[in-house]
Nanobody, 121 residues
């Protein structure tokens, strides 16, 4: 499955953004989709994921602020980011793998191109 991430931008702390990850070539049926982020000089880290059955998981650092959802057509996965902090600044990537989700980046075979999120204080 090919992925296209979009929706990044620059916001002030406390603001919100919604990222989108769109599938092309097929739907997300029977796929788990995850969001990862990578800040300059840091390793890529897990943000959250949604399984094919719409079970979600989130990293502790974003719980209560971020939510993951999927449209009914199973073509787009969203990452709603509220109460953004400067430490959320990173390039955000979506990734997909068949069936179950994982917090390990190496478990995902399909990746989007990344979208920059910048949060200023």
């Amino acid at each position: 499955v090919q992925l296209q991430a979009s929706g990044g931008g620059s916001v002030q702390a406390g603001g919100s953004l919604r990222l989108s990850c769109a599938a092309s070539g097929r739907t997300f049926s029977n796929y788990a989709v995850a969001w990862f982020r990578q800040a300059p000089g840091k390793e890529r880290e897990f943000v959250g994921a949604i399984t094919w059955s719409e079970s979600t998981s989130l990293a502790d650092s974003v719980k209560g602020r971020f939510t993951i959802s999927r449209d009914s057509a199973k073509i787009t996965v969203y990452l709603q980011m509220n109460s953004l902090k400067p430490e959320d600044t990173a390039v955000y990537y979506c990734a997909a793998r068949p069936l179950g989700s994982s917090s390990v980046a190496a478990m995902y075979g399909s990746w989007g191109q990344g979208t920059q999120v910048t949060v200023s204080s």
